[in-house]
């Protein structure tokens, strides 16, 4: 109680929190770990009945004993939707894995997505905006804070954040783990002009209002401030230094009789489908039966069943592990053991300016990284920043064959490895104490 006391307290609302797992509660799940060694208690305002499309009871661990979690319910028609969407034709993994903007979607599809659209406001969170607004007031009334900091997507977080700052005059920082506007999936939501305006006019209206704007991307940063006067401070995601330990796996510098493996972790999405990449493989195995023997392809997430039927029709079926969603340590675990960590970006033009989350880990686990996306975009920067591989386009074949054929002649070697780069700048504690100097700023 005591160190609490001297602290100060920053209010966290943010809809994904354990034992929600995936990339979206890992961020602040992190900042909240190191902000008492920093001087801030993390106060967390979080649903206690959210969607749960993944469960990881380990991350529950990872929330400090000087934090306080406070859950309130949430009403939301999410659940709905996603029935209309299996009475639609869409398979129980397409709708969790990629529901907005599938490549094909019947009448029925596209009607879903009108109503999600334009009904709800900013997203399907949005009937928790008022009454989060009404019980925060007056929890803060006998449980003061010293700043607010709303998390998003979903964007309903920042519709707090606004609505909590404009009613008690406190600081508000607002934390963007992707665009609002500009996001991928925004001009697949079938959206009416006028639904279209609306947030435009509340993303310029919470850019605008906000003490302070927080991006993950260099490129969402330059597109943020050319909106808005208020600062927008770059802080990516990282990699938590305790979660890897010391020294390098060996194993997985390879040998000519060790399994070759092709590693993906977290969300695989139909329009992540490296469809060129499973076609190089397949060429390979048909032309190198040492290759063949040893090659494994192992997905570790939740996986659209597109994927798997792709790399099924390459000829890769028995060459093919799904092993589904694990818990985040051993996610980490199958990448420090992993030959090549591939990381296929979206087939969208806005992906450009997006840096998964997953990229930092993967960088930190010491092992070759193939990305898949623009060359000009934000990954490319840091992959090439940090020499822990190569961003190639999407339809490079001629590029992937030489880079595969590179990493499996090291992989016989037992020679295959990454670049030894300073990456210090992403780790979690050091992304923390830059956060809290952003809070030092402007806090009360």
């Known amino acids: 109680m005591y160190l609490c006391k001297i602290m100060k307290r920053v209010l966290i609302i943010s809809y994904y929190w354990p034992p ?14 190191y902000l008492p060694s920093e001087g801030w208690q993390p106060v967390i305002y979080t649903p206690e009945n959210p969607e749960q499309l993944a469960v990881d009871t380990s991350l529950e661990a990872e929330v400090p ?103 008690t005059g406190l600081p508000w920082i607002a934390d963007f783990r992707d665009p609002w506007t500009k996001i991928f999936y925004f001009k697949h939501l079938q959206m009416t002009r006028a639904t279209e305006r609306w947030h435009e006019k509340m993303e310029r209206r919470v850019l605008d209002k906000a003490d302070a704007i927080v991006a993950v991307s260099p490129l969402v940063q330059k597109e943020f401030q050319a909106m808005t006067h208020t600062p927008v401070e770059l802080i990516t995601n990282g990699f938590d230094e305790c979660d890897f330990p010391a020294g390098v796996c060996e194993e997985a510098f390879g040998g000519p009789s060790q399994e070759f493996t092709v590693t993906h972790t977290g969300l695989f999405a139909a329009d992540g489908n490296p469809s060129v990449l499973w076609e190089v493989l397949s060429e390979k195995c048909r032309k190198d039966e040492q290759f063949r023997k040893l090659l494994k392809i192992k997905l570790i997430g939740k996986t659209d069943e597109q994927i798997i039927r792709s790399v099924h029709d390459a000829g890769l079926k028995d060459n093919l592990v799904d092993m589904g969603y694990l818990p985040h340590s051993a996610a980490i675990d199958e990448q420090r053991r992993a030959s090549l960590l591939i990381l296929p970006l979206r087939k969208e033009p806005e992906y450009k300016a997006v840096l998964p989350g997953k990229l930092f880990e993967y960088i930190a686990s010491g092992r070759p990284v193939l990305g898949i996306g623009q060359k ?28 595969i054929d590179g990493c499996w002649e090291r992989h016989i070697k037992g020679e295959l490895k990454a670049s030894g780069a300073d990456i210090s700048r992403f780790t979690r504690r050091n992304l923390t104490r830059r956060m809290v100097e952003l809070f030092e700023r402007h806090s009360i």
């Open 20 to 33: 929600t797992g995936g990339s979206g509660v890992q961020r602040w799940v992190k900042f909240a770990r």
């Open 65 to 167: 004993a000087e934090a306080e979690v406070i859950k309130t319910h949430i009403t939301e028609p999410y659940e709905l939707y996603r029935k209309f969407l299996h009475k639609s034709g869409h398979s129980k993994e397409a709708v969790e894995v990629n529901p907005v903007n599938a490549q094909k979607k019947s009448v029925f599809q596209k009607a879903a997505m009108w109503v999600r659209g334009n009904l709800f406001r900013p997203d399907p969170r949005c009937l928790w905006i008022r009454p989060s607004v009404r019980f925060l007031k007056k929890y803060l009334e006998e449980h003061p804070v010293d700043l607010i900091i709303s998390t998003g997507p979903p964007q309903s977080m920042h519709m707090i954040g606004l609505r909590l700052a404009e009613e």
């Open 376 to 403: 000009d975009g934000a990954m490319s920067m840091i992959m090439d920043d940090t020499g822990t591989g190569v961003v190639l386009e999407w339809e490079d074949k001629a590029s992937m064959e030489l880079f």
